[in-house]
Each structure stands twice: as structure tokens, then as C-alpha cells.
């Protein structure tokens, strides 16, 4: 397979990006879409600079640099083909746990506009259950408290403004790419509580020198293991140490509010607009939501591959209700977009074979996810007397899930909830399922309040341990 080769050369680039958490997704989506635009010749500005804070990356940062930080993409079509491109746009990438004054001065530098994001939505140390910033957790302690020697996110780039202003470097935009509501606004609020309980005069300069632009983003991008760089380098003839791929699909929007200048992103297909949030309710609520409903009973189930479970029927039609009965009556469609299409093209996505998505992949840190994509509706949901049933019944997977840690094939697995307090641990082991409802993201909605929800919540936990996930999936989906 012939492999799309990048046509500009390193030494024209310059960076004017900072990118934090370079994973599978960030090489999937910003860099692919900046590494086509760095073609035209008057975007040269804007190559990424990399930045790793967590020393779980190291083996990923070594592999990058052995290969010149270069790597190839393979875009899996839904009609079977596949393309493969090689991406340069990462032009130099920075271990902040072994070098933490170059992210400083990398930050401060006068050429970096943007500093974008991708740190999951559980890394803005937001309170699940509060959505306030958590002054209280002790590396946020630290850094509040020696400024000079940051370990977290917030650390570093509170510091690196704080050289930036001092040396008279200008104006930058923080660009959230997570896949939180209003995720600039969530960011302008972790950033700005951190600085202003750290340094009153930055705080000052940052209200006037950066801004937060909310954005969408979606491309379905897998995890990639051993046996998928095999396969990804057989395919391609290629030797890459850290290849990725990823759908065929791919989106972006953008509220366009960068205060220091941004890329043309919008000659390569990133729409600009001045308020994101219908784009973002369609696919918070559609795409997310359904990942979330589907992960937890297709992996109980015994399945752990997405597209396995999205050709069962069941879950199919699962998705298909979710999506028409309880969510379209709450996600007024963005201009131009056909909705009934964008569902359609929902299904097709998660079924690519080529893609073959992990279902622990969506079931990983379900804490951060649900304040997100489902107890907004939810809560919407329950004030307007909606039928429950989907939901209550995920939420009842969701601690069969966590509680009993095996599915119906008698397979154990491990849970992967980096997010989880002591407090929910002792919730998801009570006897009692309404404890349950006490866990970090449920809390503050008080869905024991509501009658309906709790009694079809406890019936659904009490009949998936007495007969099994499918067996339950099937009287659901069946009265639709």
C-alpha cells in the first residue's frame, strides 16, 4: 500500500502550537489536519511543538524521537479501503517529567499562539459531583504553592505564562480538544481558579491575554497494542514504532476566538463558527451518550470489540431507541445537518470492521464520562416524565459492571476508573443498589428523588444478576 507522504520540509517549519498529551487522538485528528495545511506555503508557522507531562509516556516519547517524531496514520474507510499517511507535523516534542523548564520556556515562547489541549475529560480536576475546580487535591497544593517546580497541567502553564508576561511575549489562546460541554468554558474555569489562587497579578494578565474557544472534535480512534503494529506496518511496508489509526470520518469546530492568530485550518475542512454548542450537544449527546450505553452491556455481554457488539442486533436496536426516542427531542440539529443522516452515519461508524474500536477503551473512566454525556438529558428526562428504561438500565450495568467484574462468559476483567474515591468504592460494594446512586457523578442530580427512576433502576439491578445482561436486553428492546 502506497503510503501519502507529506510534501514540506522540517527546516521550513516553525512551531506556533503547543500541544498537551500527544496520544492516539491528538496524531489522529489536530496533528493529521495541520499536517495537510502546513503544505500551503503561508502556513509554515504552524507546526506542533509535543508535550508530554506523564512519565507513563516515556516509552511513546522514545519511540517518536528513534524516529525522527514522524509516523504514520492509517484512515480505515468505512467501505473497506484504507489509506495510509505519513504525518511530520509534530516538529519537536518535550518530556516534562524530565525537563520541565523547556515546557516552561516552550510556553513562553513568543512564536507559540495556541497552546491546545488533549488530557481527557477526568484531567480538569473539576469535582464530579460539583463541576467545581478541586483546590483541595494535593499536587494542585503543590503547585499553588512552588510555582517554579510545576507537576500538573495547571502548574505548567500557569508558570509558563507567567514567564511569557514577564518577558513581554504577547497574547495566546488555550484550545480545549476534550470532549467536555463547553469544554473552553471548562477550561477558562480550571485555568483561571488555579492562577488566581496562585498569583493575583497573572491572574490580571490572563483575563486580558488569553482566551478559550470552545470546539468539537470527533474522529474514533482506537488504542494500539502490539498486534496492531504488526498488522498497521504489514499493511503499510512501514517500520513505525508508534503507528495509529483511525476512522474515516473526521470533525471539527471551532468558536473562532484566538486571540493571537490561528492556522487556516479552515482551508482543510475545520469550521469555524461563533458558537459551538448545538454541534457539541449533537455529539456529546448522540455519539458519546451511545458509546456509553453501548460499552458496559456489550462488554458484559462477553463482546470487546465495538463492531462485534454494533452487528448483534440488540444492540443495534439499543442505540437506534436511545438515539430517536430519548435524546433527538433534546438535540436541536446545528444548521445544514441533517440529523436523521448524522444518526445513520453513527450506527455505520461504530460497525466499521476496519476499525474495530475496544469496548475497555469507552468503558475506561465511566466517573468522568457520565456527568458529561448522560445526566444532563437524564435530568432533562426525568423533569419531563420521559420514558427511563434505556438509562435506568445503563446505570444498573454500569455497577454490575464495577461491583461483580465478570461478564456473562465467566470472564473477570480488570476496571479501569483512575478517578474513583474511596467514598465510591464502598457505594459500588454496598449490598444495597441505591447506594449506588450516591457515586461521585449521580450525587448531586439526587436521582433517588424521583420514584420512577429509582424503582425501574432497582428492578434492572436486581434482574441483571438474577438473569444476565442479554437476557434483559432483550425485554428492552423488545417493547419498543
Known amino acids: 500500500m502506497k503510503i501519502v507522504d507529506y510534501k514540506y520540509h522540517s527546516k521550513d517549519i516553525t512551531q506556533g502550537i503547543v500541544h498537551i498529551g500527544v496520544g492516539n487522538f491528538h496524531r489522529a485528528h489536530q496533528a493529521f489536519y495541520t ?11 504552524w507546526g506542533i511543538c509535543g508535550i508530554s507531562l506523564l512519565s507513563s509516556d516515556e516509552k511513546n516519547v522514545e519511540n517518536l524521537k528513534s524516529q525522527d517524531l514522524d509516523y504514520t496514520l492509517t484512515v480505515c474507510g468505512r467501505d473497506g479501503s484504507d489509506q495510509v499517511y505519513k504525518i511530520g507535523a509534530l516538529q519537536e516534542l518535550i518530556a516534562g517529567y524530565e525537563n520541565p523548564k523547556a515546557v516552561i520556556d516552550k510556553i513562553a515562547e513568543r512564536s507559540i499562539k495556541i497552546i491546545s489541549l488533549t488530557i481527557t475529560e477526568g484531567g480538569y480536576n473539576l469535582d464530579k459531583g460539583t463541576g467545581n475546580f478541586d483546590l483541595e487535591d494535593e499536587k494542585i497544593k503543590h503547585d499553588i504553592e512552588n510555582p517554579r517546580f510545576p507537576s500538573t497541567v495547571f502548574g505548567f502553564i500557569a508558570e509558563g505564562l507567567r514567564v511569557r508576561k514577564h518577558r513581554g511575549n504577547g497574547s495566546i489562546t488555550i484550545l ?8 473552553g468554558d471548562t477550561a477558562k474555569k480550571a485555568f ?3 492562577i488566581n489562587a496562585q498569583d493575583d497579578e497573572l491572574a490580571s494578565w490572563v483575563m486580558q491575554n488569553v482566551t478559550f474557544p470552545n470546539s468539537m472534535v470527533d474522529r474514533i480512534t482506537p488504542s494500539t497494542n502490539p498486534a496492531d503494529i504488526k498488522r498497521l506496518n504489514a499493511n503499510s511496508g512501514s517500520t513505525d514504532k508508534v503507528p495509529v489509526y483511525c476512522e474515516d470520518f473526521i470533525q471539527w469546530v471551532i468558536e473562532d476566538d484566538f486571540i493571537a492568530g490561528r492556522p487556516a485550518w479552515e482551508r482543510v475542512g475545520v469550521e469555524f463558527v461563533n458558537d459551538v454548542s448545538a454541534f457539541e450537544n449533537m455529539k456529546l449527546s448522540l455519539l458519546n451518550a451511545s458509546h456509553t450505553l453501548l460499552c458496559y452491556p456489550a462488554f458484559l455481554s462477553g463482546y470487546r470489540k465495538v463492531d462485534n457488539a454494533m452487528h448483534d442486533p440488540l444492540f443495534t436496536a439499543l442505540l437506534m431507541d436511545f438515539m430517536n426516542i430519548d435524546i433527538t427531542p433534546y438535540v436541536p440539529a446545528p444548521k445544514e445537518t441533517n440529523l436523521e443522516l448524522y444518526k445513520k452515519t453513527l450506527i455505520e461508524r461504530f460497525a466499521n470492521r476496519s ?3 475496544q469496548l475497555s477503551r469507552l468503558c475506561y473512566d465511566g466517573i468522568s464520562k457520565f456527568p458529561v454525556y448522560i445526566m444532563p438529558n437524564l435530568s432533562k428526562m426525568i423533569k419531563d416524565g420521559k420514558d427511563l428504561k434505556r438509562i435506568t438500565f445503563l446505570i444498573a450495568a454500569y455497577r454490575h459492571y464495577l461491583k461483580y467484574k465478570k461478564d456473562s462468559k465467566g470472564l473477570t476483567y480488570d476496571v479501569a476508573e483512575p478517578w474513583l474515591t474511596s467514598e465510591d468504592s464502598k457505594f459500588i460494594e454496598s449490598s444495597n443498589p441505591l447506594d449506588f446512586l450516591n457515586l461521585t457523578p449521580f450525587k448531586s442530580y439526587n436521582l433517588m428523588a424521583s420514584e420512577k427512576f429509582t424503582q425501574e433502576y ?15 436486553l432483550n425485554t428492552i428492546v423488545s417493547k419498543n
Open 35 to 45: 499536517n495537510v495545511l502546513l503544505e500551503d506555503n503561508d502556513q509554515k508557522e
Open 176 to 183: 480545549s480538544c476534550d470532549n467536555l460541554q463547553h469544554n
Open 192 to 194: 483561571t481558579t488555579f
Open 355 to 357: 476499525v474495530s474500536d
Open 458 to 472: 432497582l428492578y434492572y439491578a436486581e434482574i441483571i444478576k438474577e438473569k444476565g445482561i442479554t437476557a434483559v
